[in-house]
């Protein structure tokens, strides 16, 4: 195997029946027969192939997920499963049907030893780490090579090969039957001999004995052989198997097509095969009905019948072939779901009308149409059940791909509306399986006809019902009292919006607030946190409602046949009906009854085609024969559906008065319904039963008024009619059917005004618009109008919600809505010829291969299976007018020329010669078995073809005569032809030669007198030429001696410019230099002088600063001196004061006086320094305008410092004029 795998294949086979002994002691793998080549060693292969026991799960896997693949690591598997089967003796499951064992493998942990405790621990190890079921963490072969296990082998083998070898010799070859194996689904087996099996009858109306325990006996030995299939007369029964069996492949899907019935062994393609022979050969429409409860396995049998009659039909392209198919997997996503009895299970009714052409019986279209959605489903899920399967689609293959923002599905977030699913542990499987069928639905979309937009607003609305289901309400205070709410996180709210392309002021004030109109009066009243969930929750479903009944109407128009090739009036139909099964659960609520009542409808339709129809007829014909009983459910049906005091008629009764409750419900069945069928509740509870056909069942009566009423506040209608979303716009712009459906229509012909539209945001005359009277100006209540002239606005105190101006007159029930889906469900039953498809669910925990007897009988009892099979053995299941029995089988026993009047006896001399018995003739009708007919068809058939056979000898004789006479006429006239054309020939060839002599006398002569010109004209020619030269000769020499002579002139001219070039540029040249020259001596100079100047600035800065430092301490100490001077001479006056006579005064005044003179005798000896008084100074370095402030102070200066600044003055006089300034300045 090391050596396979590293060579890039891989066997797929291996197991012990493939692995031989050599009389060396050699083991040998063989039989390559299913074996592959990879492109890697780790390449992948999807094929199913192999032997079932010893197949890995990854290889079952293929068969039912296409996209699924597997590598080398599924011989591992195959390993380990050989290596219990050398310990066991037989691999596990061998004792099992090979189907079974591959049901099983995947579902069941991997198997062990039985009796482990016997081998090695590593043999044990070895087994367990060859069958991990996951295959990507499962141990190459090369990785094997080092277990323990396969150490321990010695290197050399030879003592091993000699005790194998004696092992063998000691034993006799034994020849096994060969296992039976699988590819692409199909068991295969070499086997001579088939095991034994008990004889059944395909049959039931054959059987001697007719009773319960014969028909359930029959059923399950044909359900132990895998037999699912049975008829019952023209009736067929399918037991659901719960598990995928190989007998819908199409080389037997061909084998039952334009067959007998008696052919082949009862299968639900016969059934499908039988009415489109049906149709085609009585040129009447067909009806297959399809019936059975819960689980029973009808939509895997519609799904096989559409399969069958697209076959059948052999679509002109392959495209629409397609689109038909690709519908059931679409409606199964949208309509469908889990719950505790079905996986599966139909949440709805569908009737699925293909169209095929009268003369070819070519498929040519499709419709669809839908009843009774759960749509309740949405928000709220039973413990065990699951929402619609297209929501965990959604969720999981949208969460994570590239347009996840788009529609804000987040991972690891709780969503109500699939809180089982998302408050789970995450399942990496059903994870995975989601994304792949969501890439199926969206090949489903693309296949059917469906745009991009249309299909990413399905996907924005599916989004916004999961967000929506988010949305919390909390309690706050009212300005006018009572209950009032508010949204708890406005983003889900604004999230909502914009998938819907909805105003979120308009969304909010919907949910929560409520308007109505009462006695010319718009009042608006808040909502309380129960009544904006119950808005919410009706938006929701609203919202799933019709977008499933405008996917179905949109199918319908896509796959409708084209009116111009293939118009409804030449087309025949055959429908069928796949509609929700009997349901009787722990807890049966509204949707329960109408499944039932439905289901309940389905039965009267068959008790009156199988039962009362017939048994009249025989009344009516004076036919005798055989009086079947059998129980009549018209009672049940009346005590639901009459008016006024049938039970849907109540339920409608009650749920228009707003204080109605549940009780009163169940208050007001009781006293007005006295059929023994109703019982009502024992206590006050709020139960009632009713006696089903199928059993009693009882229902609990709580929701059911809600339920019924369906109630859509107006407010959200209307801001949904104004959605930005043209597919949100169409489904609430577009009133509902009487069915409750939205019509079938396109969205272009909605206008794409909101002004035009109603509930839009225009207004019109005499409208007026419903205000918030919270004061915000966010518009209207979802732009709701109402028609008043006058109209206040109220406020209203809490209260509950049973004033809401949703629930009007317009507005129909659920009730009402089943009433007349059920009426349209009748009609289109009954406008064709009826088959019968009846499912029988053989147990209750969905096991494969067990059928409780028990179980069966129930469901056999309540269909009225055996009273069937009576009336189907007895009676005749087809009565036939005498004039269409003579029109339509008369060549059967007539010849074509022979008179043939309609009455009895000519009907009874017909039947004779056509060898048929057990027939009766009433006064009007023939009376024929179910048998009759087939044969009949197959005779007339035979008979066409006859016919058709020698009109198309005849016409091929025809044909032939034709051909001969017109082939001698042809032969005759090609002779006439002929000489005509050999004399048009030669006339043309003779032509043709003295058309050429012609011409070549004309030649000669032309020739001939040319020659002659040429000897006359030639010596005056030659003159001529002579003279002309001589010419040309003089011309030619005056031209050339004028040519030199310009040239030598303007080669003079050339060089002089050249010479006065040159000189030019010499001067150039000298004058540029000259240029450079001056202009780099004045720069030098410049420089030199900048550099000069700059030096002096420099030097004058430092002895400028110098000079200040000098100045500034020599008037310091000037004024320090001036300081002790000013205090000696106050000492001085304080000692003359004391000792002074009174006249001392004026002596010390004039010695003041005296002194102040003789300091002050030049004007230089005033300085002023620091004066306390704010002086300006114009700055010369600044605008004249700006003044500098300093304070200076006067001082005297003595005569000492006089002389200095005399001698300082001197010095600067040496400065310049304009420094002398500066410093002139500087001692002001």
Not at 481 to 507: F, H, K, M, R
Not at 691 to 697: E, L, V
Not at 1056 to 1069: D, F, G, M, V, Y
Request: with cysteine.
């Amino acid at each position: 195997m090391e050596h396979l795998h590293s060579h890039c294949v891989i066997h797929r086979d291996v197991k012990g029946h493939n692995i031989l002994l050599t009389s060396q002691g050699l083991v040998k793998l063989v039989d390559f027969g299913v074996s592959g080549h990879l492109d890697s060693p780790l390449g992948r292969r999807k094929t199913h192939v192999g032997t079932p026991y010893w197949m890995a799960p990854e290889v079952i896997a293929c068969e039912q997920q296409m996209e699924y693949t597997y590598d080398v690591r599924c011989d591992v598997w195959s390993l380990g499963i050989t290596a219990i089967e050398l310990g066991d003796g037989k691999p596990p499951l061998g004792d099992q049907d090979p189907r079974r064992a591959l049901f099983r493998i995947p579902r069941s942990p991997p198997p062990r030893l039985r009796h482990a405790e016997c081998w090695s621990l590593e043999f044990n190890d070895f087994i367990a780490t060859c069958l991990i079921k996951d295959f990507e963490t499962r141990p190459l072969v090369a990785e094997l090579l080092s277990h323990p296990f396969i150490m321990q082998v010695p290197q050399d083998t030879t003592p091993l090969q000699r005790e194998l070898v004696q092992l063998t010799s000691s034993m006799q070859r034994k020849v096994s039957e060969p296992d039976v194996t699988t590819k692409h689904g199909q068991f295969k087996s070499n086997r001579k001999s088939r095991r034994e099996t008990t004889p059944t009858l395909e049959n039931l109306a054959l059987l001697e004995v007719l009773d319960e325990e014969s028909i359930v006996e029959q059923l399950s030995l044909r359900y132990a052989q895998d037999e699912i299939y049975t008829y019952i007369g023209d009736i067929l029964l399918a037991v659901n198997p719960f598990i995928s069996l190989p007998i819908y492949s199409d080389e037997l899907a061909g084998r039952y097509m334009h067959s007998r019935k008696s052919d082949n062994s009862p299968h639900i393609f016969a059934v499908a095969d039988h009415a489109y022979q049906m149709m085609m050969h009585n040129r009447r429409n067909q009806c297959i009905v399809i019936s059975g409860e819960s689980g029973a396995g009808k939509t895997e049998s519609a799904n096989f019948l559409v399969q069958q009659l697209t076959q059948l039909g052999k679509a002109p392209n392959r495209t629409l072939e397609e689109r038909i198919l690709q519908v059931n997997p679409l409606m199964e996503a949208f309509g469908n779901a889990k719950t505790v009895i079905n996986d599966n299970s139909s949440r709805f009714g569908k009737y699925l009308e293909m169209f095929f052409t009268a003369t070819s019986g070519t498929v040519v279209g499709a419709k669809i149409t839908e009843y009774l959605l759960e749509k309740s489903r949405v928000i709220n899920q039973a413990p065990g059940e699951q929402n619609f399967h297209i929501f965990y689609y959604v969720h999981d293959g949208l969460v994570g791909s590239s347009t996840e923002t788009d529609y804000h599905l987040k991972p690891n977030t709780l969503y109500r509306y699939i809180s089982q699913y998302t408050a789970a542990a995450t399942n990496v499987a059903s994870m995975s399986l989601n994304r792949i069928r969501f890439k199926a639905i969206e090949h489903c979309f693309k296949s059917i006809g469906f745009k991009h937009e249309e299909v990413t607003s399905v996907y924005a609305i599916l989004a916004s019902i999961l967000h929506s289901g988010n949305i919390e309400f909390v309690p706050k205070e009212s300005e006018y009292g009572g209950d009032a709410c508010t949204v708890q996180d406005t983003s889900l709210v604004t999230t909502v919006c914009e998938l819907l392309g909805l105003d979120y002021t308009d969304i909010l004030e919907s949910l929560t607030t409520t308007g109505m109109v009462a006695k010319g009066e718009v009042i608006i009243r808040e909502n309380s946190c129960r009544e904006a969930q119950n808005a919410r929750d009706a938006m929701a479903k609203a919202l799933y409602g019709r977008l499933f009944s405008w996917i179905v109407n949109r199918i319908s128009s896509l796959l409708k046949p084209d009116r111009v090739d293939h118009s409804q009036d030449e087309s025949y139909t055959t429908g069928l009906l796949d509609i929700f099964g009997f349901e009787n659960l722990k807890s049966n609520s509204f949707e329960q009854l109408c499944i039932n009542i439905a289901n309940e409808q389905i039965q009267y339709y068959f008790n009156q085609h199988i039962f009362a129809w017939e048994l009249e007829e025989y009344r009516n014909e004076g036919v005798d024969a055989a009086d079947v009983t059998y129980v009549d459910n018209r009672p049940i049906l009346d005590m639901f559906l009459t008016k006024p005091v049938g039970l849907l008629a109540l339920l409608d009764e009650e749920s228009h008065f707003p204080r109605a409750t549940d009780t009163t419900l169940v208050e007001k069945l009781n006293r007005n319904l006295t059929s023994p069928i109703y019982s009502g509740p024992k206590s006050n509870s709020s139960s009632f039963c009713i006696d089903h056909f199928a059993g009693k069942i009882e229902y609990d009566a709580d929701g059911f008024l809600e339920k019924n009423r369906d109630r859509l506040p107006m407010e959200i209608m209307n801001i949904m009619r104004m959605s930005d979303n043209k597919v949100v716009k169409y489904l609430f712009q577009t009133p509902l059917t009487r069915t409750g459906e939205t019509p079938v229509g396109s969205m272009t012909s909605i206008s794409s005004s909101r002004a035009s539209s109603p509930g839009g945001r225009g207004g019109s005359p005499g409208s007026v618009t419903v205000k918030s009277y919270t004061g915000r100006n966010s518009g209207t209540l979802g732009g709701s109008k109402v028609s008043l002239q006058r109209s206040k606005i109220i406020h209203l105190r809490g209260g509950g919600g049973e004033y809401s101006a949703s629930m009007t007159r317009v507005q129909q029930t659920v009730a009402t809505y089943f009433r007349y889906s059920l009426m349209d469900l009748l009609n289109k039953m009954v406008a064709g010829t009826p088959h019968f498809v009846r499912c029988i669910k053989p147990n209750d925990q969905k096991e494969p291969g067990n059928l409780v007897a028990e179980r069966v009988t129930t469901q056999l009892r309540y269909t009225g299976v055996l009273e069937t099979t009576r009336i189907r053995r007895q009676g005749y299941s087809h009565r036939i007018n005498f004039s269409d029995f003579i029109k339509r089988y008369h060549v059967l026993g007539f010849h074509y020329d022979e008179a043939v009047s309609v009455s009895a006896e000519t009907c009874e001399r017909l039947l004779n010669r056509i060898g048929l018995s057990d027939w009766a003739l009433g006064s009007s009708k023939v009376f024929l078995k179910y048998y009759h007919v087939e044969f009949l068809a197959q005779a007339y058939e035979k008979i066409c073809q006859k016919i058709v056979r020698v009109q198309a000898y005849i016409r091929m004789w025809l044909a032939r005569s034709r051909f001969y006479q017109l082939k001698w006429k042809r032969d005759k006239a090609s002779v006439v032809i002929q000489k005509y054309m050999r004399g048009f020939v030669h006339r043309r060839k003779f032509t043709a030669v003295m058309r050429k002599r012609h011409h070549a006398a004309v030649k000669i002569q032309k020739v001939l007198r040319g020659q002659h010109a040429r000897q006359k004209i030639w010596p005056v020619l030659v003159k001529r030429r002579n003279a002309a030269v001589q010419i040309q000769a003089g011309v030619r020499g005056f031209i050339a001696r004028r040519n030199v002579k310009r040239l030598r002139s303007i080669k003079e001219e050339d060089e002089l410019k050249e010479k006065q070039i040159a000189s030019a540029s010499t001067i150039q040249r000298i004058y540029r230099l000259y240029r450079v020259k001056r202009r780099t001596a004045q720069l030098r100079e410049k420089e030199i002088s900048y550099h000069k100047s700059k030096s002096a600035t420099k030097i004058q800065a430092f002895y400028r600063m110098w000079r200040q430092r000098v100045l500034y301490r020599r008037l310091k100490r000037q004024r320090e001196d001036y300081s002790d001077e000013s205090k000696h001479l106050g000492k001085q006056e304080a000692t003359n004061d004391s000792i002074s006579p009174p006249n001392s005064t004026e002596a010390s005044s004039s010695l003041v006086a005296r002194t102040k003179q003789a300091a002050m005798t030049d004007s230089t000896a005033r300085v002023f320094l620091q004066s306390p008084k704010r002086t300006a100074v114009n700055s010369k370095s600044d605008s004249p305008s700006k003044k500098i402030w300093t304070r200076t102070t006067i001082q005297v200066v003595g005569e000492a410092r006089v002389e200095q600044m005399k001698k300082m003055y001197d010095i600067k006089k040496v400065i310049p004029d304009r420094e002398a300034d500066y410093y002139d300045e500087v001692s002001e």
